[in-house]
């Protein structure tokens, strides 16, 4: 629905344009072709697209030793594919998930989120974002911030935003959570993870608001919300549901 809603939206403006230079079926004709081969291009290169709206860079293998290592890990106890591993230079908490699928994804934190979490927390929240990629959760999300984003970005941050979060459709927060849970098999390293990104109080900076539906935490900083006017009740709750674990 994601991919023809941007086929159209490209086809009716080539053609509106091409009506300007050629008859209208030569017209219709060209910008069908037209809207075809650039909607498989942004499908193809969706995931660097959103890298590149998130702001992030491929996490150095020997700065970055454990954050790779812990990765690895969980992908062998998942039975997944390693995915690009990206770290973005922000002082907020947070982390993120992007791709098309397993096979062709990327997951992402903070530098701020590697200050401050310990080895069990950091490997929790790892462990959250690659159950969102095993569940192809981040495929619409990510289509949605790259197709719906790049439609809607001649609007006002707010306006493309809410677009891109409506496009993307409900989170599976939850499921994400107790899938990651059940790879690492302990419940308190999580909770402690997202009882650190609800106190938070900074703002993680990103090229493009549009990107927030792949945050860990998108209604907060991602959202460029300040924290005053942030609702906690959803992370309020998912902390809640673990406990009962």
């Known amino acids: 629905m994601l991919a023809g809603l ?11 344009l091409s009506l300007v230079f050629v008859p209208p079926l030569v017209g219709l004709l060209i910008a069908l072709a037209a809207a075809a081969a650039l909607t498989a291009v942004a499908v193809a290169k969706s995931t660097d697209v959103a890298l590149w709206m998130i ?29 690009g591993v990206h770290v973005v230079e922000d002082s907020s908490i947070n982390a993120f998930a992007a791709g098309r699928g397993p096979r062709h994804a990327a997951i992402g934190v903070t530098s701020g989120l590697l200050r401050s979490f310990t080895p069990i927390e950091l490997e929790a929240v790892l462990a959250h974002e690659l159950s969102r990629v095993k569940s192809y959760e981040v495929l619409v999300s990510t289509l949605a911030v790259t197709m719906v984003g790049l439609v809607a970005s001649p609007l006002p941050d707010d306006v ?26 302990y419940p308190p390293g999580l909770i402690s993870a997202l009882e650190k990104v609800r106190q938070d109080e900074t703002l993680v900076r990103v090229r493009s608001t549009s990107a927030a539906q792949l945050w860990l935490e998108p209604f907060g900083p991602a959202a460029e919300v300040r924290p005053g006017e942030v609702d906690r009740s959803r992370l309020d709750a998912r902390i809640e549901a673990l406990r009962e674990l």
């Open 160 to 185: 493309s935003t809410r677009l891109v979060t409506g496009a993307g459709g409900a989170r599976q927060d939850f499921v994400a959570d107790i899938t990651g849970v059940s790879l690492t098999r």
């Open 6 to 16: 941007f086929a159209t939206v490209l086809a009716l403006v080539i053609f509106v």
């Open 55 to 83: 702001g992030a860079r491929p996490a150095h293998p020997v700065e970055h030793a454990r954050l790779h290592n812990l990765v690895e890990s969980l992908c062998f106890s998942s039975g997944l594919p390693k995915p």
